[in-house]
């Protein structure tokens, strides 16, 4: 099993364990050992499955506005574990891949490794939710097919995302294509950087 289809299998294991309770406020059950890879995609896709239901919930048009403070406040908490977790897994491909020799020709590519596996995350969310609107009873034959043409699309987008992360790495390890890291550099959370924050200490 190579490293895509165990991320996938990690991922899906994930999701079906949230939605044994299917709450919010679930501990993460991590089943790996801390420290490990497996660790990590574990926790990335349970941050990743619980702010979807998060983002759920605070869509609601009659939650009352304290409650979609504190829910804002939550998400972009998620937001920033779940960009930390993706830096620290890119990491462990830089350890893997930064010291192999580049070819003459070969290339750099448009995201790093643990942003595409980031996607594949969601991706495993998605489907599992599409899943569950193609098993509803209480939805028009229209709707039926129309999720059911969803889901059809999603899974192939998960055959080609398999696929090509596992190519990309492939092509890391040939030194096909240059390891680069850019960090995300996010500013919103930084006191020292978001105006807002910075100017209430001045």
Not at 1 to 20: C, G, P
Not at 83 to 102: C, G, K, M
Not at 181 to 197: A, E, F, H, I
Request: proline share 5%; glycine share 2%.
């Amino acid at each position: 099993m190579n490293f895509t289809e165990r991320s996938n299998a990690i991922f899906h294991q994930a999701v079906e364990d949230y939605h044994k309770t299917n709450h919010v406020d679930t501990p993460c059950p991590n089943p790996y050992p801390e420290g490990t890879i497996e660790y990590d995609l574990y926790r990335k896709n349970w941050i990743d499955v619980v702010q979807w239901h998060l983002e759920d919930i605070i869509r609601d048009p009659e939650i009352n506005p304290v409650d979609a403070l504190a829910l804002k406040r939550r998400i972009d908490k998620s937001n920033q574990d779940r960009t930390d977790l993706v830096e620290r897994i890119d990491s462990y491909f830089w350890e893997q891949f930064h010291n192999i020799p580049a070819e003459a020709d070969a290339r750099i590519n448009t995201e790093s490794p643990a942003w595409a596996i980031d996607r594949l995350s969601i991706l495993h969310i998605k489907i599992y939710h599409m899943q569950e609107q193609v098993c509803r009873t209480d939805v028009s034959a229209e709707q039926h097919a129309n999720c059911a043409r969803k889901l059809a699309v999603l899974n192939e987008q998960l055959q080609d995302m398999t696929t090509s992360i596992t190519q990309l790495l492939e092509d890391y390890a040939a030194g096909r294509r240059i390891m680069k890291v850019y960090r995300q550099m996010k500013m919103y959370n930084d006191p020292s950087l978001n105006p807002v924050l910075y100017g209430k200490k001045g």
